[in-house]
């Protein structure tokens, strides 16, 4: 009973920030995102009647603070599979969790794959992403393939996500321009709590099905400068919350608004990228691939940034052969 899978981070062009339900993770409204082909975990999980107890390693290290939330997945998986030994969990990322990228997605989307599997559950992919928004939010996204749209649904099993489009329907990068060197001071779940105090929230609940619907005409067109627009004013919106929350929550860096005048300004040199920036300091980029290079290089000259990776359109969470253990 061992399995081990590999997930994707996404990034979300069309945001989810706010819960309606905290127990279950419902969304107040749907989302939309990309998965990104070079920030992954892989997740071995093996259920065992000798185990003791649930023995969790993520990235090397037994003390991280995650643990509560992965066993409480874990139980929720074992409630489904009427099993009752405990797990060793083994968890890989290919990206710095310090880094405040979205590791909770891909960390989550992983271990629904791994965990389900070991657990002798034939779950199909809508199961597997209600489970994953369990854990997660974020992370039903990381389990269907390329650009993906989550439903913001009424109940748990109407809330999942599915592939929109897959992963070659459009060559685009996304490069992560990494600023942060610490996990995120305002966790997600903190942000979303203090957002219902914005008085911003009301209007973006009003015209974010609008936003969905638009997204979807411009993916159907191809559109890169439409596509750009939409996903700027959309982080703006996010950020603009954060910043009216019931503590403003500012998540940028002194980069990260470097990074905004540097795009616009090529933009305005006629170079067409754009950016969207989740809750936190990183920025990503998207081009065209035949632009990928030129804004590799012209963001290499901004001192501040740690690492900069280049993402195309990945698939979805999978099970893969070799285990970590
Ligand atoms: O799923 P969580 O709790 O990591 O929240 C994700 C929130 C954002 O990344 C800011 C937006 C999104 O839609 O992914």
């Not at 945001?15 to 127990?23: I, L, P, V």
């Not at 992370?139 to 099993?157: H, K, M, N, Q, T």
């Not at 609940?205 to 559109?223: A, G």
Request: net charge positive.
């Amino acid at each position: 009973m061992k399995a081990t899978a590999i997930a994707p981070a996404n990034i979300a062009l069309i945001k989810y920030w706010g819960k309606k339900d905290e127990q279950l993770r419902l969304p107040i409204n749907g989302s939309i995102s990309v998965n990104l082909s070079n920030l992954q975990t892989i997740t071995t999980v093996e259920f065992y009647p000798d185990y003791q107890a649930d023995i969790i390693t993520i990235d090397g290290k037994q003390d991280d603070k995650e643990t509560e939330r992965i066993i409480q997945h874990l139980n929720r998986i074992r409630t489904l599979a009427n099993l009752y030994h405990k797990a060793k969990v083994v968890s890989q990322s290919n990206f710095p969790k310090a880094a405040g990228l979205a590791s909770s997605a891909s960390g989550f989307a992983a271990l629904t794959v791994a965990a389900s599997k070991a657990g002798g559950l034939g779950l199909s992919e809508k199961k597997l992403s209600i489970l994953a928004r369990q854990g997660s939010g974020s992370a039903c996204r990381s389990i269907p393939d390329g650009f993906v749209e989550w439903l913001e649904g009424d109940s748990s099993e109407t809330s999942y996500a599915y592939s929109l489009f897959p992963y070659s329907y459009w060559d685009i990068a996304i490069i992560v321009a990494v600023l942060g060197d610490e996990q995120k001071k305002v966790s997600s779940t903190k942000g979303m709590e203090a957002a219902k105090a914005s008085p911003l929230l009301a209007t973006r609940r009003k015209r974010v099905n609008y936003r969905i619907k638009m997204f979807k005409k411009i993916m159907k067109e191809r559109d890169f400068d439409e596509l750009g627009e939409l996903i700027e004013a959309e982080a703006f919106e996010l950020h603009a919350i954060a910043l009216t929350s019931a503590e403003a929550i500012v998540y940028w860096k002194p980069e990260t608004i470097e990074i905004i005048h540097l795009v616009r300004e090529l933009r305005n040199e006629g170079l067409p990228i754009y950016f969207t920036i989740d809750a936190g300091p990183n920025v990503y980029i998207i081009s065209e691939k035949e632009n990928t290079k030129r804004a590799y290089n012209e963001l290499k000259q901004i001192k501040g940034i740690r690492k900069i990776i280049i993402n195309a359109p990945a698939a979805g969470a999978r099970l893969i052969k070799e285990h970590l253990f």
